[in-house]
């Protein structure tokens, strides 16, 4: 059992043999219905999210990502760290908590997905049976986020390290299937793997030991950061080396065998992430809480053939504007 939560859900995923299934149900149904919100329980998981949050700050990318996600979002809403911070965390009372959980943890904003070896009929009776259980009603509305470019695009910030992460993000628009489509694209062309745009950076030019390009997409808005890991000593030349990749990029866009060649790293890359039943059942679920669909797991390869080459440009060119660009530098002093 386990339970992450991300910029518009939460999700609750569990692994059981398939003849507990109603067992594991009636146990989970029963927890939800009454949960323990203990004075004592509360507080230890707040010592465990501090030291979670610690932990996020030894990793570089985690804290680049946390920057660009205040800094875009203007510390509201996908802004604002999952893990709070230590003032907000000593806050938090028991009534908040019970509050909350009462205000979103109702069945018409629960999506429910089975991945199984038994059949449809009875799975979905013992399904019923259970969640019929839990409360029902409309969910508390949530603020829609904005994205908000600062005026403070260059931000250095110091950590004792031997190396340097450096990093240039950008805004994402509103999540829609084509916008998922044509990020995922992006994403891959520039730092995923052998071939990518950032590669060369590392394998040729020998100025980071590490590149990589990623998206975090979001109902109102997303984020796509691209990044390296160098030495002190590189520092400059391979910040001017990945702004220069960028800005080639965004000037002269790519081409249609470029673009053939990623679609199909894209599909190779996607089939890999959803091998496991777990992480196919956290995308559908995904997917439907996004607003894209459960289908779209099964449609997300038509959607990706689908993109022309003037609509990758397009899109290119709109996200790398460098007007929109916000610089992340994380390393010792000088």
């Known amino acids: 059992v386990s339970m992450t939560s991300r910029g518009d859900y939460s999700l609750i995923n569990i692994t059981c043999l398939s003849e ?43 804290v680049a990502h946390k920057t660009y996600l205040e800094r875009l979002f203007a510390k509201k809403g996908y802004g604002s760290s999952v893990l709070g911070s230590e003032e907000s965390l000593k806050a938090i009372k028991k009534k908040d908590v019970k509050n909350f959980y009462d205000s979103y943890f109702k ?54 390290t031997k190396q340097f992460f450096i990093s240039l993000g950008f805004p994402l628009p509103k999540i829609t299937r084509k916008n998922f489509a ?5 994403e891959n062309l520039l730092g995923k793997g052998v071939g990518s745009r950032l590669w060369d950076l590392r394998y040729i030019e020998k100025l980071a030991y590490n590149v990589n390009a990623q998206t975090t997409l979001m109902k109102d808005g997303g984020i796509l950061e691209a990044y390296l890991e160098t030495d002190k000593e590189k520092k400059e030349v391979a910040l001017e080396a990945l702004k220069k990749v960028l800005s080639s990029l965004f000037e002269k866009g790519i081409t249609e065998e470029e673009l053939e060649v990623t679609k199909i790293n894209v599909k190779a890359s996607f089939l890999r992430e959803n091998e496991t039943k777990g992480i196919r059942a956290g995308n559908l679920v995904s997917f439907e809480a996004l607003g894209l669909g459960y289908e779209f797991l099964s449609g997300f390869f038509l959607k990706i053939d689908a993109i022309s080459l003037d609509e990758i440009n397009t899109y290119i060119k709109d996200i790398l504007n460098p007007e929109k660009g916000v610089e992340v530098v994380i390393g010792p002093k000088d």
């Open 20 to 62: 507990y299934v109603e067992e594991t149900l009636k146990v989970t149904t029963k927890i939800m219905l009454k949960p323990l919100f203990s004075g004592l329980r509360i507080e230890g998981t707040k010592k465990i999210i501090n030291h979670q949050r610690n932990t996020q700050e030894d990793d570089p990318a985690n």
């Open 107 to 160: 069945t018409e904003n629960m999506v429910v997905v089975v991945i199984s070896d038994l059949e449809k009929a009875p799975l979905i009776e013992i399904l019923d049976e259970y969640f019929a259980k839990l409360p029902s009603g409309k969910p508390a509305e949530l603020k829609p986020n904005s994205v908000t470019i600062p005026e403070e695009k260059q931000i250095l910030i110091e950590k004792d």
């Open 182 to 186: 044509l990020a995922s694209i992006v």
